[in-house]
């Protein structure tokens, strides 16, 4: 007893020393360390997993398929690679009895013509298959078959898809399952599942192969529970059309903008051009969903290409106008054939064109129109396009996807040493594409970058324009006077009704010393600001001149100083009138509409427009105004004025309204139909 506390003292310490040894190893080891070991872990318990399913993968014999052991093979189970095949078409081979023993076994990795199969309307598909006798709720799940087909399990069918008369084109990509009733099963878990196919007459390489189809590939068939079908049939689902509906959602979304973007602002027409394209590269899209929703036929793919026709033709000319080229014939006539090339996939799935020279030429067609978008955008660059510099990218990278798919068939059609293999598709996260998809997102995406940046623009340019256009109006306010003034021994009035922008219409009445009148009237051809500053220049010059000289011969020739070199490759016309008291009227013209009086034209000389040559000299024409009588003065907006048939106003009728009010002058011709502005200036004496 003497030695038990000592050992109980003894165990204390020991379980103090085992905590202390505990804590001091965890703080040694740190989380690199924990990591390391973690890994190690993992890597002990995957070789044990390894070691375990060491041998126990399927092997040939439980893959044959006269007795195929899908037993230990897990809840969905691959059929194949192997079937059982016969060329023949017999409704005895739907039975679980027929003797199927001299039939041929074919692999699903290979096509029928490996086995010098050809030209057959209907073929047969057995396999014998070995299930556990308790499993209830079966399912067949296909998916990828090409052709039309019948599927029976023990004799009996239990599901179907297209017509059994050899359609031109029939495939089915989506995954569906049709339910194997529990009856069906026999007592030692024995399935003979079977199906008949009817061969579409277009075979796997559509108008190259006729008549030659493989119905079945691997990865087509697939026994499993009929919980799991839902789930399957709905993954199967998002990752064969999840990349169609982007495309197509992207396509339809930026090809509406450009289209309500178009309406918006129709002059400008590329929008158009990319609104077709787009709304039309949507159309393949929205076929290939629904192909993996129902099944694809030669309408489907009818559509499939027709729908293309428009986008290359579209994109024609979209280059075209941003590269500021004209619509040539030679341009013209590629459209055309492009469109019409287009229309040579389905012609052959009809059997309407066979042979070889509706591919060959579809190719070539394809090569040069690969090569002339790139070549078109690069020689607008260099000439300082920026637009053209902007898509230069995409069109190069589907001009090489066209080359090289053009090539890869001529090759193949050539049968070529030197063959040209497809693009390899991309797979992420069970999801698959292919570089043409890439190019449709890079297409999209980039067709909407140029939207945007091309809206802005426009818009930052109207709102200059727009600021202009306000100061430009502001100018003309200025220099057209807001009330005639009144001179003694005259009646005056000015009527001035500008047209939707900013024009070169300017007169000016002021009062001579003495007694008497000036008044001048002219038109500047063109609008917005530059206009508004030619006229402010000249209206300047007039009042600075009416100081000096009540000549209008002189006033004219000096105006014509100020003009020269100003005409920007228009020109201005300009009338200089001297009212005497006593009814005496001297007048110049430069260009200008000649005065009417008593509803006749008055003859004046004529001399050159303002600023076209600095040796002009005006004459003057003197004339006498009696007191009943009415000098009528307008510009160009009364005599240009056009009707909706497009017919002008002219100086017939003009002659005819010239003895009227001013107001009813300029009324007269605005209701005619108002391209420019209108000004009437009517003058009489009163005593």
């Given amino acids: 007893m003497a030695g038990a506390p000592r050992i109980a003292f003894s165990s204390r310490r020991f379980s103090r020393l085992a905590k202390s040894l505990r804590c001091d190893i965890v703080a040694f080891m740190r989380p690199r360390t924990f990591l390391a070991v973690g890994f190690l872990l993992l890597a002990a318990c995957a070789g044990f997993a390894d070691a375990q399913n060491a041998g126990h993968g399927p092997t040939a014999d439980q893959l044959n398929p006269r007795h195929f052991d899908a037993f230990l093979l897990g809840q969905r189970v691959n059929l194949g690679p192997d079937w059982l095949f016969s060329p023949d078409d017999n409704p005895a081979y739907a039975s679980p009895t027929y003797d199927d023993s001299a039939w041929k076994t074919v692999s699903l990795n290979k096509q029928?013509?490996?086995?010098?199969?050809?030209?057959?309307?209907?073929?047969?598909?057995?396999?014998?298959?070995?299930?556990?006798?308790?499993?209830?709720?079966?399912?067949?799940?296909?998916?990828?078959?090409?052709?039309?087909?019948?599927?029976?399990?023990?004799?009996?069918?239990?599901?179907?898809?297209?017509?059994?008369?050899?359609?031109?084109?029939?495939?089915?990509?989506?995954?569906?399952?049709?339910?194997?009733?529990?009856?069906?099963?026999?007592?030692?878990?024995?399935?003979?599942?079977?199906?008949?196919?009817?061969?579409?007459?277009?075979?796997?390489?559509?108008?190259?192969?006729?008549?030659?189809?493989?119905?079945?590939?691997?990865?087509?068939?697939?026994?499993?529970?009929?919980?799991?079908?839902?789930?399957?049939?709905?993954?199967?689902?998002?990752?064969?059309?999840?990349?169609?509906?982007?495309?197509?959602?992207?396509?339809?979304?930026?090809?509406?903008?450009?289209?309500?973007?178009?309406?918006?602002?129709?002059?400008?027409?590329?929008?158009?051009?990319?609104?077709?394209?787009?709304?039309?590269?949507?159309?393949?899209?929205?076929?290939?969903?629904?192909?993996?929703?129902?099944?694809?036929?030669?309408?489907?793919?009818?559509?499939?290409?027709?729908?293309?026709?428009?986008?290359?033709?579209?994109?024609?000319?979209?280059?075209?106008?941003?590269?500021?080229?004209?619509?040539?014939?030679?341009?013209?006539?590629?459209?055309?054939?492009?469109?019409?090339?287009?229309?040579?996939?389905?012609?052959?799935?009809?059997?309407?064109?066979?042979?070889?020279?509706?591919?060959?030429?579809?190719?070539?067609?394809?090569?040069?129109?690969?090569?002339?978008?790139?070549?078109?955008?690069?020689?607008?660059?260099?000439?300082?396009?920026?637009?053209?510099?902007?898509?230069?990218?995409?069109?190069?990278?589907?001009?090489?996807?066209?080359?090289?798919?053009?090539?890869?068939?001529?090759?193949?059609?050539?049968?070529?040493?030197?063959?040209?293999?497809?693009?390899?598709?991309?797979?992420?996260?069970?999801?698959?594409?292919?570089?043409?998809?890439?190019?449709?997102?890079?297409?999209?995406?980039?067709?909407?970058?140029?939207?945007?940046?091309?809206?802005?623009?426009?818009?930052?340019?109207?709102?200059?324009?727009?600021?202009?256009l306000e100061a430009a109006r502001t100018v003309q306010q200025v220099l057209i006077p807001e009330e005639t003034p009144s001179i003694a021994g005259f009646s005056i009035h000015s009527v001035y009704k500008p047209a939707g922008q900013v024009g070169g219409d300017f007169f000016q009445i002021l009062p001579v010393l003495g007694g008497g009148v000036l008044v001048v009237i002219g038109d500047v051809s063109g609008k917005g600001m530059p206009v508004a500053m030619t006229v402010s220049l000249l209206v300047g010059t007039v009042r600075t001149l009416a100081h000096y000289t009540q000549s209008p011969g002189e006033i004219l020739a000096a105006m014509n100083q100020r003009m020269l070199a100003r005409s920007s490759g228009g020109f201005t016309t300009c009338l200089v009138v001297r009212a005497d008291a006593d009814g005496t009227l001297t007048m110049a013209n430069a260009g200008h509409i000649s005065p009417y009086v008593n509803g006749k034209e008055m003859a004046l000389e004529n001399g050159l427009p303002l600023g076209l040559a600095a040796d002009t000299i005006y004459a003057e024409s003197t004339f006498q105004l009696p007191a009943s009588q009415q000098l009528t003065l307008v510009t160009d907006g009364v005599v240009e004025a056009r009707n909706k048939t497009g017919a002008l106003f002219g100086f017939e009728r003009t002659a005819a309204i010239s003895c009227e009010s001013a107001d009813q002058i300029a009324q007269t011709a605005e209701l005619f139909g108002q391209d420019d502005d209108i000004t009437a200036l009517t003058l009489a004496r009163t005593a």
């Fill in 112 to 468: 029928l013509t490996d086995y010098g199969i050809h030209d057959i309307p209907y073929a047969w598909y057995r396999m014998h298959v070995h299930v556990n006798p308790g499993w209830l709720g079966l399912a067949v799940e296909v998916q990828y078959i090409k052709g039309s087909y019948e599927l029976y399990v023990n004799g009996v069918r239990i599901g179907a898809n297209g017509a059994m008369n050899g359609m031109l084109e029939s495939k089915q990509d989506y995954l569906t399952a049709y339910d194997i009733p529990d009856s069906m099963i026999a007592p030692n878990g024995d399935l003979v599942i079977a199906i008949r196919f009817a061969i579409k007459k277009m075979g796997d390489l559509d108008f190259l192969t006729p008549g030659t189809s493989t119905p079945l590939a691997a990865d087509c068939v697939f026994i499993t529970n009929r919980e799991a079908r839902a789930r399957d049939a709905g993954y199967e689902a998002a990752t064969q059309t999840a990349p169609s509906f982007i495309l197509f959602g992207l396509d339809l979304v930026v090809g509406m903008v450009a289209l309500a973007l178009y309406l918006a602002m129709r002059s400008q027409v590329e929008y158009l051009a990319i609104s077709i394209a787009l709304l039309a590269s949507s159309l393949p899209s929205a076929v290939t969903i629904w192909t993996h929703f129902h099944a694809y036929t030669a309408t489907d793919d009818f559509l499939f290409w027709i729908a293309i026709g428009p986008v290359g033709v579209a994109n024609i000319e979209f280059v075209r106008l941003i590269s500021h080229l004209r619509r040539t014939r030679w341009l013209l006539a590629m459209e055309i054939t492009l469109f019409l090339s287009y229309f040579v996939p389905p012609l052959s799935f009809t059997g309407l064109w066979t042979g070889y020279a509706g591919p060959i030429s579809t190719y070539f067609v394809f090569l040069i129109y690969a090569a002339l978008l790139p070549m078109l955008l690069i020689w607008s660059a260099r000439r300082g396009n920026r637009d053209a510099r902007f898509f230069i990218p995409p069109f190069a990278f589907i001009g090489f996807l066209n080359v090289w798919n053009a090539l890869g068939g001529l090759f193949f059609i050539f049968n070529s040493s030197v063959q040209i293999p497809p693009f390899p598709d991309f797979h992420y996260a069970g999801y698959e594409f292919s570089l043409w998809d890439v190019w449709n997102v890079v297409y999209g995406v980039t067709m909407l970058l140029f939207l945007v940046l091309r809206t802005i623009r426009i818009a930052r340019e109207r709102a200059q324009a727009a600021a202009e």
